[in-house]
């Protein structure tokens, strides 16, 4: 079992920046990706960003090159820095890992809710 606990949510004016946080706890070993979807009103869950444990990273291409995503392993704990943001990014943004035994089971956090408006 793991347990993956966000932060950083909260609102912010369009151009604004906000920097999420996921912590991973409890059986951690084996975790290769980490990393954050959202999910819009009205709108499906969709991938943002990913990064291995060895830091390959993967964006969504609404949000490349304005955000990043980062990962402290001594931590356990992934990071989404979030940059020029705009009203289309406002969702909740949910944290996941991905852990590979004999097969792949993919964990989820609760979830925290950035809502970027004027």
């Known amino acids: 079992q793991v347990q993956l606990v966000e932060s950083g949510g909260g609102v912010v004016q369009p151009g604004g920046s906000l920097r999420v946080s996921c912590a991973a706890s409890g059986s951690i070993f084996s975790i290769n990706a980490m990393g954050w979807y959202r999910q819009a009103p009205g709108k499906q869950r969709e991938l943002v960003a990913a990064i291995t444990s060895g830091g390959i990273t993967n964006y969504a291409a609404s949000v490349k090159g304005r955000f990043t995503i980062s990962r402290d392993n001594d931590k356990n704990t992934v990071y989404l820095q979030m940059n020029s943001l705009k009203p289309e990014d406002t969702a909740v943004y949910y944290c996941?890992?991905?852990?590979?035994?004999?097969?792949?089971?993919?964990?989820w956090g609760k979830g925290t809710l950035v809502t970027v408006s004027s």
């Open positions: 996941y890992a991905e852990q590979l035994r004999v097969s792949l089971t993919q964990y």
